[in-house]
């Protein structure tokens, strides 16, 4: 998913998205909302460091040009999203063969637990990396949704969006 593009209807797109995975992502612990709070936030810190380790995991990964690795981690109803393109999973399977990525270096990532199966990691990221024999290096904005599934977290969603002008889409 690394090379995405869209038209200027990301803003939408996005929204849309948050509320999807908001509303009919799946859960496999219906009833976590109602536990107790400490225990939350007790939990915050370990759902956090699970789902960074997945996210470290999903970029190794994709440098090492791994589709099993990166399907594994990336849930069946997977949606990715950048400034020019929309990808399903059998979207980026797809994609996958014609990105070859060479290097990420990520800035200080945030995350964002809105439920126990649920979180988002934000981040500035700087890329090298060839799409369809184009190189699409730069720096980008990045935010990944991963949900807690019976085997593990696995990639919902993913935005990337590009910080400079050193990719801008051929006329």
């Keep these: 998913m690394r090379y995405l593009?869209?038209?200027?209807?990301?803003p939408v797109i996005t929204l849309i998205a948050v509320a999807?995975?908001?509303?009919?992502?799946?859960?496999t612990n219906r009833g976590a909302r109602d536990s107790d709070p400490q225990t939350t936030v007790r939990d915050t810190t370990?759902?956090?460091s699970d789902v960074l380790a997945a996210d470290e995991e999903y970029a190794a990964a994709w440098l090492r040009g791994d589709w099993t690795a990166v399907s594994a981690l990336t849930a069946p109803n997977y949606y990715g999203v950048s400034t020019d393109l929309e990808l399903?999973?059998?979207?980026?399977?797809?994609?996958?063969?014609?990105?070859r990525a060479l290097?990420?270096?990520?800035?200080?990532?945030?995350?964002?637990?809105?439920?126990?199966d649920l979180a988002v990691v934000s981040y500035?990221?700087?890329?090298?990396?060839?799409?369809?024999?184009?190189?699409?290096?730069?720096?980008y904005w990045y935010a990944t949704t991963w949900t807690l599934m019976d085997s593990g977290w696995k990639l919902l969603m993913e935005q990337e969006i590009p910080l400079d002008d050193s990719h801008q889409p051929p006329n």
Excluded at 88 to 99: I, S, Y
């Design 46 to 48: 370990k759902i956090s």
């Design 124 to 139: 500035e990221m700087t890329m090298k990396e060839i799409s369809d024999g184009r190189d699409i290096s730069g720096r």
């Design 20 to 27: 999807v995975v908001m509303l009919g992502c799946d859960r």
């Design 5 to 10: 593009r869209c038209a200027p209807l990301v």
């Design 103 to 116: 290097a990420y270096e990520k800035q200080a990532r945030h995350v964002r637990v809105l439920r126990p």
């Design 88 to 99: 399903d999973h059998a979207g980026l399977e797809k994609l996958f063969p014609k990105v």
